[in-house]
Nanobody
């Protein structure tokens, strides 16, 4: 079992950068695929990026490909989301989640979720 806790959100101008962090408690963190999702007001929670337990595979939503980078440090039980060239439409609450499925974008396969961190991009 893991309990993710996100940090690093904030207000940034269009074109700027932010790095989100997700620190997860639990001794089995290194066995989980970790993902980032986001939810804008009035919209569904959508997949953003994920990384397998061994960092062998990373995958992204088309809307963030080339701008966002996911990484992890299993020694620190932490996963990161580097967000560059931010756009107004990236504004959302960003959630970190953990899944036992090796490589998945499906929200339903993620078992453990953080409380979210707000990212606001001003135009």
């Amino acid at each position: 079992q893991v309990q993710p806790v996100e940090s690093g959100g904030g207000l940034v101008q269009t074109g700027g950068s932010l790095r989100l962090s997700c620190a997860a408690s639990g001794q089995t963190f290194s066995t989980y695929t970790m993902g980032w999702f986001r939810q804008a007001p009035g919209k569904e929670r959508d997949f953003v990026a994920a990384i397998t337990w061994n960092s062998a595979s990373t995958f992204y939503a088309n809307s963030v490909k080339g701008r966002f980078t996911i990484s992890r440090d299993n020694a620190k039980n932490t996963v990161y989301l580097q967000m560059n060239s931010l756009k107004f439409e990236d504004t959302a609450v960003y959630y970190c989640a953990a899944s036992r499925t090796y490589r998945t974008e499906s929200r339903d396969s993620y078992e453990y979720w953080g409380q979210g961190t707000q990212v606001t991009v001003s135009s």
